[in-house]
């Protein structure tokens, strides 16, 4: 793509974009029009886990390096065809009208205005209060990594097996994991919340030293959180397929078990990062790895 601003065609879309040659990863030197592409190559696979959703954008106007702000409320300044949905802000009862992305061009558009990584909630805009899925969010604690969200995830997926459960496991894109319980039955944010905390407090207790569920940083120092709080109607998880705000175009990534089980065991935590490249390589060889957690149905377990 050129410097310069444009026009392009996107499906029946044509769109204005600017600064395409502006670096928003320094070290490697990806570009805002890399960042387009790279959105633009990942649509097949990342729109079917926007359907529907209220997206949270987040955005670097000077890239990576430089300051970000969250935006829930859609910019006034979208196309008309950029579709909204009002949800209630909790802490004042307001409504706030949150971006759709549900093509192509709408990616490109959200692209061109900075915004790096996409955050949504576990529900679908439709139906606000009924999760879809059951989420943990594994963020090492200081002196660990991935590699012990790894091994807390392989623990995670046995506990699940003993329920009859199946779960999905991305990369965060960042520092960790992410396991998913596709549900895609009647559930709320109550039951899910009830549900992943007591699995969480579970863990802890049967491996005190690698796990905690506790949101003190001092309590996480050598262990791996386990974060249950994500099940709240209030909060938002990097969507899969989003690229991250990291040093490297890193992506938040979906994994195969045996992917997992490897780089655990052979102490190997350059297999569970991924940069943009291999993204696109991955789904081309793989598909949509994440697919169940849209289409699995699972009843959620008593707390």
């Not at 696979?45 to 829930?72: D, I, S």
């Not at 319980?181 to 030293?209: G, H």
């Not at 994994?255 to 940069?275: C, M, P, Q, Y």
Request: charged fraction near 25%.
């Amino acid at each position: 793509m050129g410097s310069s601003g444009q026009a392009i065609t996107v499906g029946n879309r044509k769109l204005e974009v600017s600064n395409l040659d502006k670096v928003f990863y320094p070290a490697t030197g990806f570009t805002k029009g890399d960042v387009i592409d790279y959105y633009r190559s990942v649509a097949d696979v990342l729109l079917p886990h926007l359907k529907q959703r209220a997206v949270t954008l987040k955005r670097y106007p000077n890239g990576v390096t430089g300051p970000y702000f969250y935006e829930k409320a859609c910019p006034e300044h979208r196309p008309s065809w950029i579709k909204t949905v009002a949800l209630r802000r909790q802490r004042d009862d307001k409504d706030v009208n949150y971006c759709q992305l549900n093509s192509e061009a709408g990616l490109v558009w959200a692209a061109n205005l900075a915004n790096l990584e996409l955050h949504v909630s576990l529900a679908s805009a439709r139906a606000t209060q009924r999760p879809q899925s059951a989420v943990f969010d594994l963020d090492p604690g200081e002196g660990t990594g991935v590699l012990e969200c790894a091994g807390v995830a392989i623990k995670l997926r046995q506990l699940f097996a003993e329920r009859d459960l199946d779960c999905v496991v991305k990369t965060s894109g960042s520092k960790g994991l992410q396991l998913y319980v596709p549900l895609n039955t009647p559930a709320s944010f109550d039951n899910t919340n009830r549900w992943a905390k007591a699995v969480a407090q579970q863990l802890e207790d049967e491996t005190p030293d690698e796990v905690v569920s506790k949101v003190s940083k001092e309590a996480r120092i050598g262990r791996v959180f386990i974060d249950w709080s994500q099940n709240n109607v209030a909060r938002t998880t990097v969507c899969v397929y989003s690229l991250r705000a990291r040093e490297q175009p890193t992506a938040s990534t979906p994994l195969t078990w045996d992917e997992v089980i490897a780089a655990h065991d052979k102490s190997d935590a350059g297999r569970l990062t991924f940069t943009y490249d291999q993204v696109l390589s991955r789904v081309e060889r793989h598909g949509d790895l994440f697919e169940p957690v849209r289409s699995l149905k699972q009843r959620l377990p008593k707390a």
